[in-house]
């Protein structure tokens, strides 16, 4: 009961949070008067601005955002790429020296794009220079160019202009994701988590064994990956490893600081187009999707193995820690995949098909509450077709937030939901068709199309979990998910940006009686039923092939 | 605006970023680090005498019988499907019947997910007191006295239930032995 009760409560606190931090993030990309912020940012921002030669003033097109951020993307994953590649082995006590040329452009690419899929081991491959000069580095950077992207997006659909990117970076940086790091990092920090640049350190064990304590500036380096949807370990056990995720309550945290941010974007969103009852509408339409996928892998879990029954009783514990349990580790799985961050504190690949199966329909939905910024824009494209679909069955013009939505738009929208299918199951296709040994399969059957399936599947919705015993450090998938990584992000933040603008440009109509209302829960139940359709369909096939053959394997 | 200015620009942004989140919040962060949490900071560190033993966090493999074990680790990623999971859990089976435990807890026989967890439940710490009191000549109710010392639980928010640190009870375990006795304990049997 208890596991139950915290879940409830870690998902309680969420909805409870999202509207404050929703305010704040509304007055931040707004440009909002926030006395107490203003005072001592303002100057900051305006002279940093002014550094870099930026007026700060709005673009005049999709394109005038976009290569800003392109050109700043393309910069910081350069340096990222060279410290990785030129890591001098006197500079760190275990003497790492410079990554193989695959795995150091996957490393940054992956980075770069938010998603943090690692085919490394970071604590054997990556000194304290790397780990927060490209790691942290890029961790911040990507969560608030994300965040840049998602509220250009709303301006686009709440009529503003598009605004400025850097501008947008830097407010995301100062205003958002520094100060909520450095709160969250000193929580952990008391709880338990490392903060030293003091090497790590050798030791004897009682045994006489020799053991690595992988110390190092944890605290930061994790508060940026759970609250930037960043999911990247300091270790390669990630936030299953005590020195990223020590105790119960440090879970519990880290599970409300992977949902906080998409969350509360949504709630911005319902600020900036004046109607908060649209927002709500669209925040329990997401929860209830993340409810019923945290439900399918807590109870999958907590039921434990059948295969196992002859030796013991209880929850699914392979691969998993037991400050956690089945449960917690269950609705962590759902909301890891859910948000786009790719933390696990548990090996998803040792979880039940059910657990595997709600992962991956939200790799493939991306709105399950959604990436750092690129959820609440996802989910607007999905409006945007229930809005058309249901013009089309009542025969009215379509309209969404007071303008028309006409063929362009809905080009883009197609376009945009067509991408990450696209870039899932071709390179999956490719592998398997490669063989076994191609594509590094551990486990067998069923679960091993799911581990070729997921990884591309993760590496295009940006998100970075695995279904880890996938041999993935390889030259094949280093470079085949790198491509999936940059083309299921830019790709559609390009598109995205083109839609908005484009759809900020036509004319604001006044409603009248003849126009369909979308903050309804009628609507709002269409827009669920076009949601799930999209996204079990595209991807019912290989849906059908892993997690469900596999469950079906399991309870025959 | 030409090419050039544009790079320009993003270089300089570039530079002004790394600053910015390298530097400037990973320096305060270091030395508040120091002044609120010295401990924690630098890994949570078990000492004995001058010499680190390892950390309160971190799990240590123990093979001794005059230990307590620790959870298994070393194959995480063994899909539900895998028949080398029940391969795995059969052979561990055996191996806790074989030392006289019947029926083995769960955690006993499953691998952990860090591969470097520091707790076994309560039940699988109580399965072995009987070996330990044997192999150390103590009495069984001092070992049972032993384990809510080293119990760590929901009410400490440490973890969602009772779970017993195994490398601070195995310290606590060897104290034991060199105050009872006045000679050192033998040095433990090796893998």
Known sequence: MLPWLLAAITLAAVALTAPSLGRHLF?????????????????????????????????????????????????????????????PPWLNPLGLGGLRWDLALHTTISFLTNTDQQHLVPEQSLGNLAQLGAMQFLMFVSAATGLAVGFAVIRGFSGRPIGSFHRDLLRALT??????????????????????????????????????????????FEAIKQLGENGGGFMSANSAHPYENPTLLTNLVSTWAMLIIPAATIDAFGRFVGNRRQSNLLLALVFALLLIGAVVAMKAEQAGNPMLDRWLSGGNLQGKELRFGPVLSGLWAVVTTGTMTGAVNGSIDAAMPLTILTALFNLFLQVVVGGQGTGIAYLLVFVLLAVFLTGLMVGRTPEFLGRKVEKPQVVWASLILLIHPLFVLIPAALTLAGGASLAGISNPGSHGISQVVYEYASAAANNGSGLEGLADSTRWWNLTTSASLLGGRFLPIAALLALAEGFRRKPALEPSPGTLRTDTGLFTAVTAVVLVILGALTFFPVLALGPIAEALTLAS | MSIAAQLLRGLRLTLLLWFLTVVVITLPMLG???????????????????????????????SSARYLQSRPAGAPNLAASNPELTTRVAAAASRWQSAGVAQPAA??????????DPHISLAAARQQLPRLARERQLPLAELERLIPQHEEGPLGVQAIEPVVNVLTFNLALDQLASSSTTQSPPAPARP
């Not at chain 1, 709005?58 to 993307?73: F, K, T, V």
């Not at chain 1, 205003?175 to 790091?181: D, E, G, Q, T, Y």
């Not at chain 2, 680190?52 to 493999?61: D, K, N, P, T």
């Not at chain 2, 955690?107 to 470097?116: A, I, N, P, R």
């Open chain 1, 27 to 87: 007055e931040v990309f707004d440009g909002r008067p926030q006395p107490a912020w203003d005072r001592w940012l303002n100057p900051i921002e305006d002279g940093l601005l002014r550094w870099i030669g930026d007026n700060g003033r709005s673009a005049d097109s999709a394109m005038a955002y976009l290569m800003p951020l392109l050109i700043s993307n393309t910069l910081f994953g350069a340096l990222a790429l060279t410290l990785l590649l030129l890591q």
């Open chain 1, 175 to 220: 205003r958002v994701l520094i100060p909520a790091s450095l709160l969250l990092a000193l929580f952990l920090l008391v709880c338990g988590v490392p903060m030293t640049l003091a090497p790590p350190l050798q030791i004897t064990t009682l045994e006489g064994g020799q053991q690595l304590l992988p110390r190092g500036p944890i605290a930061l």
């Open chain 2, 32 to 62: 508040l680090a120091r002044l609120v949490a010295p401990d924690a900071a630098t890994g949570s560190l078990l000492r004995s005498g001058d010499r680190v033993v390892g950390a309160r966090l971190i799990g240590q493999g123990f």
């Open chain 2, 107 to 116: 955690d006993l026989l499953l691998d952990s997910g860090s591969g470097v």
